[in-house]
């Protein structure tokens, strides 16, 4: 996730909110890191936004999604005024007040992002009702619904909302007691009563829903918001008005461009992780903005879609992973009518959910250059679901590797050394209060001054300049210990692969927890298969295990192998991953990097066979 910073390059004028930070001494080994301008205030509630633009700007879309047609593709632009978003929420709020739901019966959400999705969402935050938005992955892909038996039995929900019964009706009845009532927007679920969401709608507004919504405050929780769970069972984060509403200013105030004119944007991702349902979500709401719901996704099945939909809708700020920027990227060399859209009014590209490579973000510049003769600004950061989650942002343009900012206006960072690494830990009006119904958990997430402890390691970007702020030195849990005692310092060693073997690897996870040697599962760029040269619809795995692949694997291997200082700092094997990390199984985090104890766990017996040599094509150092 770098670029080379050169002083020619020409960026199209994106302000920066924050390039001031104040330091001062704590303890030995502590210090406070802090933007030097204080934050503004911020609405009581983020229903007063909605009520605002409602007024203000009500002909307005809020949010569009497409049309499904009979055969499953999709069709025209269907699309939800302020106006209509604000009755719709009047409505459903009423009818969730007449089912007497609250915080200890919230509604939980089994289904993607759609419209229903996203009114149920204003209709509970109206009435004062927490809701919770589930990964969909525990409804469709689990088989024996763990983890959303896990939810259901943390949350209690009072009413379990899906959009297509035919899809969730096995996970409903596997694990939503019979008491509990279930809607859907399509269909019934068998041998259950089903409520429609058209007749939740159709509920008739009265004085009591207003009063309701006015009767929120700071304290109100909105939603709860579950944790990958990669080791454990998923947390449910509490997340109040407060902590939304202070992160919207908060990001204002970091990246003044979400002000500054028509906010427009373009997005996949899920709402029930923070960075979509949060972050994007709430962010047209708080400015006023547009959500064109992308039904697209990067993968090869869904991308034509998220491309389909940016050649006719321009954003004006965007966001995606990296490997939806790496196909946005190879697509715009040959796609013209994309090039013209996308870069039309985009003000600031933001990427989070893994490190973005190298090459990636070169093909991007190198298109924008050609096409408008200066680069997008490419954002990127430090938050996570508990902290709202936005943290931390860049100062410039100039953006290396790792490079993370400084904090937003309000959220005091204390830098803990620990075990020679540097944790940082937030306390700010965007901290979540903790964790729902574990109040264990949550004791032991805080410290004694009552900053919450993220675990993630973080250096200085200079020394000699804390202005320039910080960057990203790795999980503080990742560091591991071989068997000879030494410890192995995961973040370093990560990106030093990762640089090596450019253009073709995307992020590795490091094994070797008790064993003599450090091994590496690498999760290879789709450059590969340029290099490869194989045809375009050979299989990963036979791209993967070419030999110019392997070749130049080789190569890496052994050019790393010449720097190595001992054990801890040399790669003894390495195997190619043809199977992508996945936000689903938490092995991508929130906080925009790869969750190495999600991956050794998931994959455990590849690590097994790649330390003790069955592994076909393990690369070892010649």
Same mark, same amino acid.
């Given at each position: ?16 909110? +924050? ?21 503004s ?27 499904k047609?009979?055969?499953?593709t ?11 978003a ?49 990964s ?21 929900p ?7 019964a ?43 829903v ?28 509490i ?39 949060n ?17 697209g996704?990067?993968?090869?099945a ?5 491309l ?51 090459? +990636? ?17 490419m ?14 942002? %860049? ?16 959220l ?10 540097t944790? %940082? ?32 390691? %973080? ?44 253009p ?17 599962? %690498? ?32 190569? +890496? ?66």
């Open positions: 996730m770098s670029q080379n910073p050169t002083t020619a390059a020409r960026y199209r004028p994106l302000k920066f909110g +924050v390039t001031r930070a104040t330091l001062r001494d704590g303890d030995t080994g502590v210090h406070y890191l802090s933007a030097q301008q204080e934050l205030a911020f609405p009581t509630r983020i229903t007063d936004r909605l009520v605002h633009w409602a007024k203000t700007r009500p002909e307005q879309t809020l949010f569009a999604r497409r049309t047609n009979a055969d499953g999709t069709g025209d632009w269907r699309h939800v005024s302020f106006a209509q604000l009755e719709a929420a009047r409505r459903i709020g009423q009818g969730l007040l007449n089912r007497g739901l609250s915080a200890e019966r919230p509604v939980l959400i089994l289904s993607e992002n759609d419209l229903e999705h996203a009114l149920l969402a204003l209709g509970c935050v109206y009435a004062g009702i927490a809701y919770c938005p589930t969909p992955a525990y409804s469709l892909v689990s088989q024996d619904f763990d983890k959303l038996h896990h939810v259901v039995k943390t949350l209690t009072g009413l379990v909302f899906a959009a297509d035919h899809r969730y009706s096995r996970a409903m009845l596997a694990t939503v007691a019979p008491d509990v009532e279930l809607m859907t927007t399509e269909g019934t679920v068998p041998g259950r009563a089903t409520t429609s969401f058209a007749s939740l709608l159709a509920t008739e507004p009265t004085p009591e207003d009063a309701a919504m006015a009767a929120t405050g700071p304290d109100t929780i909105t939603k709860f918001l579950f944790t990958s769970g990669s080791t454990k069972m998923p947390k449910a984060v997340n109040t008005q407060r902590m939304w509403c202070a992160n919207q200013q908060q990001m204002a105030e970091s990246m003044p461009v979400l002000a500054e004119g028509p906010l427009v944007l373009v997005d996949w991702l899920p709402w029930n992780h923070t960075f979509g349902g972050h994007n979500f709430g962010m047209v709401i708080y400015h006023g903005g547009t959500l064109y719901i992308d039904d996704k990067p993968t090869p869904l991308m034509a879609e998220t389909r939909n940016l050649r006719e809708i321009a954003p004006t700020v965007y966001f995606n992973v990296p490997t939806g920027f790496e196909a946005i990227a190879n697509a715009m060399k040959t796609d013209e009518a994309l090039r013209k859209t996308l870069l039309s009014r985009v003000q600031m590209f933001f990427y989070a959910g893994a490190a973005l490579a190298q090459p +990636v973000w070169d093909a991007l510049h190198a298109v924008q250059e050609q096409q408008i003769g200066e680069r997008i600004v954002g990127t950061g430090l938050g996570m679901t508990e902290s709202g989650p936005f943290g931390i942002f %860049v100062t410039s343009p100039n953006v290396k590797a790792g490079d993370l900012g400084l904090p937003t206006p309000g005091v960072l204390k830098l803990v050394d620990t075990d020679g690494k944790e %940082v830990r937030y306390k700010g009006p965007n901290i979540t209060p903790g964790y729902w119904r574990m109040p264990a958990e949550t004791a032991d997430s805080f410290d004694e001054e009552g900053f919450f402890k993220t675990g993630d390691a %973080v250096k200085w970007i200079d020394e000699t300049d804390v202005h320039q702020g910080l960057k990203f030195d790795g999980r503080i849990a990742e560091d591991f210990k071989l068997a000879t005692g030494t410890f192995v310092s995961v973040g370093p060693m990560r990106a030093k692969i990762i640089a090596a073997g450019a073709y690897i995307q992020d590795v996870v490091l094994t070797g927890l008790n064993m003599k040697e450090v091994g590496a599962m %690498v999760f290879p760029t789709g450059a590969v298969r340029a290099l490869s040269g194989l045809p375009a619809e050979a299989s990963l795995h036979d791209v993967l295990n070419s030999e110019p692949v392997l070749a130049h694997f080789q190569r +890496v291997v052994n050019d790393l192998a010449k720097t190595s200082t001992g054990s801890a700092s040399r790669i003894a094997r390495l195997c190619l991953l043809a199977d992508a990390p996945t936000i689903d199984r938490g092995e991508i985090t929130d906080k925009g990097s790869i969750n190495q104890r999600a991956v050794l766990a998931h994959r455990a017996e590849t690590v097994a066979r790649l330390h003790d040599d069955t592994l076909h094509a393990i690369i070892k150092p010649q």
